[in-house]
Structures are given as structure tokens and as C-alpha cells.
């Protein structure tokens, strides 16, 4: 199992709607297991597959240790949330494809999702905590959509320019 290269911010993967993936084959469950390797070593609770440069609405997510909701290493295949919460909830968030940066974000506190999973059947989850906000940042991804696209112009403007001068830094050493 290969570790996949995460792209980084600026990289046209992250903002191009994932295609539906059309059935479960050993291209798609070698994927899945080297998103969860390239995770892991990354020291993430979540990736999506446009994160490793693959345009596939393919998530895989783990909070073990970090959530009430232990359901373990969880691998979604055309991910969708069927039904959110009117309660919201606000937590910072951060992303392996934009690293040291994080912001607070407001996501519903519940959802209810439901895609495939790596033996293809379908799955219906109704997750709260951690792992509903994991989910919907990955399925975020999926669409396109980063977590600076989630909080306010000004904190989006701040969070930039933050990156850019990290950015800026890394490239002068």
C-alpha cells in the first residue's frame, strides 16, 4: 500500500466536483487502503480522494481515540448526507491539503449519510460529534468545497494571507 502525495491548496483537483464512482472494483479498494495509509501517516482523522489527486467521490475517515462516536476506519463510496441537524455546532477545523492552517467552523451537529461501503453494500449512518464533522469535511471535498470556503470573508482573507506568507517561507528555505 503506497502512500498517495496530498495535494496542497492551489491545486485544481481541490476545487473540481468529484465524479460518482460507478461500481467497487480493485482499482477503487486500492485507493481506498492507501487513503488510509497516506491518512495515517499524515496524521489525519480524514481524506478524500481528490485530497491524493484522484477526482472520485471516495472518503475514508477514523476519529478512533479522538471521538464518543468509535466506529473505527470508515471508507464511504459516493458518499451523500441524506438528512442534517437544525442544531449546528462551531469547532476548529484544519486540512491535511492546507497545513498549519485552521479556523473555526459552523457545521450541522448531526447528520445522517449514506454511501457504499468497501464490500459494496450501501450504508445509512446517523453520526453526531467528530465524526459527522469529519464526514462532511470529506464529503466537502468531494464537491470541491475547502473549510476556508466555510468561515467568514474577513477570516477567509486572514486565513490567505497566512498561507501565502507559510508559503512564501518554506520556498525562501
Partial sequence: MPLREIRI????VLREPAQTVDGLNDEIRSLV?????????AEGVGLAAPQVGISER???????DADEDDVGAL????????????????????????????EVVERPSNVTVEGLNQSGETVTLEVTGLLSRAIQHEIDHLDGILFI???????RRLLMRKWQKSRAEEEGS
Fill in 149 to 155: 470556503d466555510r468561515v467568514s470573508p474577513l477570516k
Fill in 9 to 12: 491548496l492551489g491545486d485544481p
Fill in 33 to 41: 487502503e492507501d487513503m488510509f495509509e497516506t491518512m495515517y501517516h
Fill in 58 to 64: 471516495v472518503i475514508v475517515v477514523d476519529v478512533r
Fill in 75 to 102: 471508507a464511504l463510496i459516493n458518499p451523500k448526507v441524506l438528512e442534517a441537524s437544525r442544531a449546528k455546532d462551531k469547532a476548529p477545523e484544519g486540512c491535511l491539503s492546507i497545513p498549519g492552517m485552521e
